[in-house]
């Protein structure tokens, strides 16, 4: 299906100032044009829709939203960045949700401009905190994991995206060291894989033991499998980053 039925789904709740008016506009013009999921696979027995499709949609529409915060962090659009949506829209949606995502995008980036940098920052402080009630923690982490991989399309972060990834993790309640961490992830020295694990190599073996369950609980694919597939899939790559990092380490320290 297109863009239209998710993010009309979930417009209530995400955003209610300017860019959710933005947004109600779009939908107002989006005329997807493939089939609606079924009835019973979007609706429980009660006749309510479906926890895990709501959670999914919520999630779709945050990483969209602050997607085009990221990108436009360093005052560019680059390509590469963009085409790291498009490429998830289209495997996730087809290509009409490509075209819808795009639009979107603009709209919002125009949105940007209009209200300058700063007060737009409070516009996506607010999506923040409404993922914030409606995804769980390792959601919103994997959320962030796609955050910075938009950050990294380019082949280079620059110091302004990563204050902005920052920001985006603060105000979902998250450490900036989760960032730090996501960064380094697939990293080519040892100092990167400490860094994966959010700790100093002076840590001792317990406090590096201690760091590796904590995100091994945090990050396992099983914790975001109501968000779709192509959302575990994601997870189950940065899963197996953070254990190579983790077995890089213990076979240094000979553990």
């Known amino acids: 299906m297109g863009l239209g039925k998710w993010i009309g789904g979930s417009l209530g709740w995400i955003v209610l100032g300017p860019l959710g008016g933005i947004l109600g506009f779009i939908i107002g013009a989006l005329i997807d044009s493939s089939t609606d999921v079924p009835a019973d696979r979007a609706q429980g027995s009660s006749g309510r829709t479906n926890d895990t499709q709501g959670d999914r949609n919520s999630f779709l529409l945050t990483m969209l939203v602050l997607a085009a915060y990221i990108i436009r962090a360093d005052g560019r659009v680059m390509h590469s960045e963009m085409e790291l949506v498009r490429n998830f829209l289209r495997q996730n949606f087809g290509e009409l949700a490509v075209k819808q ?62 204050a902005a990834l920052k920001e985006v993790a603060g105000w979902m309640q998250m450490s900036a060291s989760e960032v730090d961490s996501m960064l380094h992830l697939g990293g080519q020295t040892i100092d990167d894989d400490y860094k994966v694990l959010g700790v100093t190599p002076q840590a001792t073996d317990e406090e590096l033991k201690k760091a590796y369950r904590k995100l091994a609980l945090e990050h396992h694919p099983d914790r975001v499998a109501k968000l779709g597939d192509d959302v575990r899939r994601a997870a189950e790559k940065k899963f197996q980053e953070i254990n190579a990092a983790k077995e890089r380490i213990w076979k240094a320290r000979g553990l």
């Open 101 to 162: 995502g795009n639009d979107i995008l603009l709209r919002i980036f125009d949105e940007e401009k209009r209200q300058g940098r700063n007060g737009f920052r409070s516009t996506i402080r607010q999506a923040c905190s409404e993922a914030v009630l409606h995804l769980d923690y390792s959601g919103r982490l994997q959320l962030l994991n796609f955050l910075v991989m938009i950050a990294q399309a380019d082949g280079h972060v620059d110091n302004v995206e990563i």
